[in-house]
């Protein structure tokens, strides 16, 4: 990787496309809303994608990125009204708003302890500033990633390399990682990809295999919530559905949990949860079963099996407002269907990482839920994502992640 300082983005080559709206989204824009939907602009007219100027009234607006073949048609990355912005010179306007998005991250970040957690995201993307980039940190490692080709190539990922290194001097490796069904997963920016990368959070020890896992790794979102498990833990035999690699299951046998069972589909799922039992030297036991939620908890409902604290966190059921609707009945029967496994007078999580379910339709979802099974609920606690993972005030869809704990009365 070259020393010499370069840019966090790519400019392209030749005259910059202009992309105007037909329909006048201004003020939202100007409240923090960075997403721009198809049906704002003339479907008729083909624009490549990239860098574009926004015009408005054939007013320029601002700058962002179009992507021609989804419905989020255009990310804004900045206002025309910008005091930095010099709309005779884009290059400067988009190094210096870069620059300084970049800054007001890694001041937010500062507040972390790294004695008890050194994994954390660095750049969530629109809640830094940075659209369609994220990047998490994992001890020594730092993983790029992308939700679009557009952004992929609007970023410079040597240019992030370099800005990683320097403010965060213990980085040693950055990697750039893509779907796990591409052709190429991921690329080494700067350093080796170690097999597993082992890393702390709030005191705790987890190991990932980040090339083949999910996410960046980790989900390193449910931090705060993981932690509070711990704490309501103690003495509880505890069940842990969708565990994926078992996070809130360590936290519960760390908090002193009588036993725990963790349930994934994935056997490789949950084979990471018994390695993270063993990095974390826990002797709690624990049970790692590999077999459909849905599945077990019918099989644990016709034997009567029950738990004093059951963690129910699926994955999205409403990948897009489209399937809101069947969703909805699914986290409604999970939901359901766990409480049914909770003891008299236990406890019961219910998560939702799905931006499509609001956190008044997730109220909702949870009412309905005790209400089929003619209990009681009382709301101990509401969390959602970690100080980490920041989004705009004026784009609520970004407060994606939902987690209740509730006494079952």
Same mark, same amino acid.
């Given at each position: 990787m070259t020393n010499a300082p370069l840019p966090l983005i790519h400019f392209p080559e030749g005259k910059i496309p202009e992309i105007s709206l037909i329909r006048d989204v201004s003020k939202h824009l100007k409240r923090g809303h960075r997403w721009i939907f198809a049906d704002c602009f003339d479907q008729k007219e083909k624009h490549p994608e990239g860098l574009a100027i926004l015009k408005s009234r054939n007013e320029v607006l601002g700058f962002g990125l179009v992507q021609p073949d989804t419905q989020l048609r255009f990310r804004v990355l900045c206002l025309a009204e910008?005091? $930095? !912005?010099? #709309? #005779? #010179?884009? *290059? /400067?306007?988009?190094? !210096?708003?870069?620059?300084?998005?970049w800054k007001k991250a890694v001041e937010i970040r500062k507040y972390f302890s790294s004695e008890a957690t050194n994994s954390f995201r660095l750049i969530n993307g629109e809640g830094d500033g940075m659209p369609g980039l994220i990047v998490d940190i994992y001890d020594d490692t730092a993983v790029i990633k992308h939700d679009h080709q557009a952004v992929e190539r609007f970023w410079n990922h040597v240019g992030i390399a370099q800005k990683i290194v320097q403010d965060f001097p213990s980085i040693k490796t950055v990697y750039h990682k893509r779907r796990n069904d591409d052709e190429v997963k991921g690329i080494e920016i700067l350093g080796h990809l170690k097999e597993e990368v082992l890393f702390k959070e709030n005191g705790s020890f987890f190991a990932t295999n980040i090339r083949d896992a999910a996410k960046t790794g980790f989900f390193l979102d449910q931090r705060d #919530? +993981?932690?509070? %498990?711990?704490? $309501?833990? /103690?003495?509880k035999s505890v069940l842990n559905l969708f565990s994926y690699t078992a996070g809130f299951s360590v936290f519960a046998a760390k908090g002193g949990a009588r036993? !725990?069972?963790s349930v994934d589909i994935a056997k490789a799922a949950t084979l990471a949860a018994g390695r993270n039992f063993e990095v974390n030297a826990l002797k709690t036991k624990h049970e790692a079963i590999a077999q459909d939620a849905f599945l077990f908890i019918d099989e644990r409902i016709k034997d009567k099996s029950k738990w004093d604290l059951v963690i129910t966190d699926p994955p999205s059921f409403a990948p897009n407002q489209k399937s809101v609707e069947t969703a909805i009945e699914a986290y409604i029967k999970i939901f359901s269907q766990s409480l049914k496994l909770v003891s008299n007078n236990g406890m019961f999580a219910a998560s939702s990482c799905s931006s499509h379910i609001t956190t008044d339709k *997730? *109220?909702? %979802?949870? +009412?309905e839920a005790f209400s089929k099974n003619r209990k009681r609920g009382t709301l101990v606690y509401f969390g959602g994502q970690p100080f980490d993972h920041p989004y705009p005030i004026a784009m609520e869809e970004l407060r994606y992640l939902k987690f209740a704990l509730f006494r079952v009365d």
């Open positions: 910008e005091p $930095f !912005v010099r #709309n #005779n #010179n884009l *290059f /400067h306007t988009m190094t !210096v708003w870069s620059e300084l998005q #919530n +993981r932690k509070l %498990i711990g704490q $309501f833990a /103690h003495e036993e !725990v069972t *997730f *109220f909702e %979802i949870c +009412r």
